[in-house]
């Protein structure tokens, strides 16, 4: 989205909502990572009361999408939340579809890798091919929380949507939004690419609900670019496979370790550890590395 569209958009946000009411604003809502929680913009001269500008609760809950639900806005950390939803007990009714401008698809393209166990580790996303500069859009409206360069997901940007949830968009190879910026669903947020821990240029795509991850295949139809459902009844089951991969025990490999003294240990055997980790009995231990018993 370029500046001047963005402006727009901000000011038409916040005039809508009845924030914006002083000339020229826009471009200060637009720098202003508002969402920051320390400061409210500047709105008025510097002699008029301080007090006007204290960013407080209610204005959180006012500007920044889900407050309500997260009770936090962080803009360093891409996974801030500790919420445990393998326990949750309601079915929570997220609305994906509002009206038919509510949803667009990322990118439409072929799925290279799924959500789920891939190889030893889970991945939390699914994989898109995309081309080096392919356009990468937001999949529904919100504001900006991330955008940044991360050392796994590269340049990476996250969205706090209306509805609840968080997206996330990763190996891009440019950012095209900043913390703070509104989007509409289907905005440009950057550049499809390879950057961080990547190989191949691809689209790493998350959906996670109060930071834990959805599998993107219960909620979206990649195939063709189309919602699975208006609502999604977001329960428990959801978030079953938390579960079991909370049940996997690793042990952090010491000096003096060795493949037979950690399977003794825990009683298993060393092909039942190399077939866990995707090793061999010659392979190297590396200290401080994991491997994963059970
Ligand atoms: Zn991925």
Redo the contacts with the bound molecule.
């Keep these: 989205m370029n500046r001047s569209l963005l402006s727009f958009s901000i000011a038409f946000f916040f005039a809508a909502t009845g924030y914006l009411n002083a000339q020229g604003l826009s471009q200060d809502i637009a720098r202003l990572n508002v969402f920051e929680l320390s400061k409210a913009p500047s709105s008025t001269s510097p002699e008029e009361d301080e007090e006007e500008n204290e960013w407080n609760l209610s204005d959180s809950l006012y500007h920044i999408p889900s407050y309500e639900l997260y009770r936090s806005w962080n803009n360093k950390r891409v996974h801030p939340y500790k919420f445990d939803l393998s326990k949750m007990s309601d079915t929570v009714m997220i609305a994906l579809a509002v009206d038919s401008c509510s949803f667009v698809a990322p990118f439409i393209g072929r799925k290279t890798?799924d959500f789920g166990m891939r190889r030893y580790r889970h991945?939390?996303?699914?994989?898109i091919k995309v081309l080096t500069g392919d356009p990468i859009l937001s999949a529904w409206e919100g504001v900006v929380r991330i955008s940044h360069y991360d050392r796994d997901y590269g340049n990476v940007v996250v969205v706090r949507h209306n509805n609840g949830l968080e997206s996330l968009y990763?190996?891009l190879s440019k950012r095209k939004v900043q913390c703070g910026d509104w989007v509409e669903a289907g905005d440009l947020v950057g550049l499809g690419g390879n950057t961080g821990r990547?190989t191949g240029s691809?689209l790493?795509?998350e959906v996670r609900y109060l930071g834990e991850p959805i599998n993107p295949n219960e909620v979206i139809d990649f195939e063709h670019g189309l919602l699975c459902y208006d609502t999604l009844h977001l329960n428990q089951e959801h978030f079953e496979y938390l579960k079991e991969l909370r049940a996997i025990k690793y042990h952090r490999i010491r000096q003096g370790d060795t493949l037979s003294g950690i399977a003794r240990r825990y009683g298993t055997t060393v092909s039942a550890l190399c077939r866990l980790n995707g090793i061999r009995p010659s392979t190297t231990l590396r200290i401080g590395r994991s491997i994963r018993y059970n």
Excluded: C, Q, R
């Design positions: 890798s991945h939390y996303g699914v994989d990763a190996h990547s691809h790493h795509f």
